[in-house]
């Protein structure tokens, strides 16, 4: 399973390092899209890409339901 997706919400979404979401490693924004690379405990796994470290760089991590683009 791999389906782009977007944060439609007016805020800035959290991603997490685990399922639990004990862990937060970083934000998608409103507005920016995501690669959805599978599900696991009601959550998206999720491949974005990270505005620090230069261009090309992304980050994997958990994130609530999202939707589809």
């Known amino acids: ?6 944060n439609s ?3 800035a979404m959290p991603v997490y390092a685990d399922s639990r979401k ?3 490693i970083g934000k ?13 405990d009601d959550l998206a ?3 974005y890409k990270v ?3 230069g ?4 980050k994997v991590g958990f994130a609530d339901a999202l939707s589809p683009s």
Request: glycine share 12%; aromatic share 8%; with cysteine.
């Open 1 to 6: 399973m791999k389906e782009i997706y977007q």
């Open 55 to 58: 261009p090309g760089v992304f």
């Open 22 to 24: 004990l862990q937060q």
């Open 51 to 53: 505005s620090v470290g």
């Open 28 to 40: 998608l924004y409103a507005g920016s899209s995501c690669l959805c690379i599978g599900e696991q």
């Open 45 to 47: 796994i999720i491949l």
């Open 9 to 11: 919400a007016s805020s």
